[in-house]
């Protein structure tokens, strides 16, 4: 099993740019999510989706979008990209909480530079 | 100028050592709490979780013990490897509702010397 992949691994934009991160994973999880990870600094969530065609906002939404077009794949757009937007990206999936303890499987990440 | 970033705590220990590491949590309502290693340009790896039902549970070399009272979580790593050097996150959930949102702390940065 490959678990969590994240494609690109790494990524430099020009700021205004956009472009979509792609989250896929084998596990056959409900939910997943996309964090960010800023130097020093616990992981926040962006947005999240709990299944197939459903996306919610977590903790820091503003200047991306999600897509959940195929219960797999989960997408991260970045309409206009913008310097503060510099992080590595973390997806991941887990089962539904109420399955019994279920932690989430994270990814390696996509290092995004934005100049 | 020049920016400052923040500063991870460290905890440094020999081989062979136990360490621990320790986490306050936010929320008194949170009845889920995972260990996470983080290695070098790597993801957060799942190491233990403990509900809140329980005080502590044992793994392989660690033991997480969770505090209700006074809302603190320790991770417990016996003979420590410098394989374990990594940063190390607690993070916390209200299990079954939000979507299984977690809540990370910011870290702690384990270094072990040889």
């Known amino acids: 099993n490959a678990g969590v992949t994240q494609t690109p691994k790494f990524r430099v934009l020009k700021t205004g740019q956009s472009m979509t991160l792609l989250c896929a994973q084998d596990?056959?999880?409900?939910?997943m999510y996309w964090y960010r990870q800023d130097p020093g600094m616990g992981l926040r969530l962006i947005h999240y989706?709990?299944?197939?065609?459903?996306?919610a906002k977590g903790e820091v939404p503003d200047g991306y979008n999600v897509s959940r077009l195929k219960k797999q794949n989960f997408l991260l757009g970045l309409e206009s990209a913008a310097p503060s937007q510099t992080s590595v990206y973390f997806c991941?999936?887990?089962?539904?909480?109420?399955?019994?303890?279920?932690?989430?499987?994270f990814g390696d990440g996509t290092r995004l530079s934005i100049l | 100028g020049e920016s400052v970033g923040l500063h991870l705590p460290t905890l440094s220990v020999q081989e062979g050592d136990n360490s621990i590491i320790n986490c306050a949590y936010s929320?008194?309502?949170?009845?889920?709490f995972i260990w996470y290693k983080q290695e070098s340009g790597k993801g957060p790896q799942f190491i233990i979780d403990?509900?809140?039902?329980?005080d502590k549970r044992q793994g392989q070399r660690v033991t997480v013990l969770l505090n209700k009272t006074v809302k603190h979580l320790s991770l417990q790593i016996a003979a420590t490897q410098p394989g374990d050097s990594a940063v190390y996150f607690c993070?916390?959930?209200?299990?079954?509702?939000?979507?299984?949102?977690?809540?990370f702390g910011q870290g702690t940065e384990l270094s072990v010397k040889p």
């Open positions: 991941a999936s887990s089962y539904p909480p109420g399955l019994g303890n279920q932690p989430q499987h």
């Open positions: 596990m056959n999880h409900e939910y």
């Open positions: 989706s709990v299944g197939e065609g459903t996306t």
């Open positions: 929320n008194s309502a949170s009845d889920y």
């Open positions: 403990i509900r809140s039902n329980m």
């Open positions: 993070a916390e959930n209200i299990y079954g509702n939000q979507g299984g949102k977690l809540i």
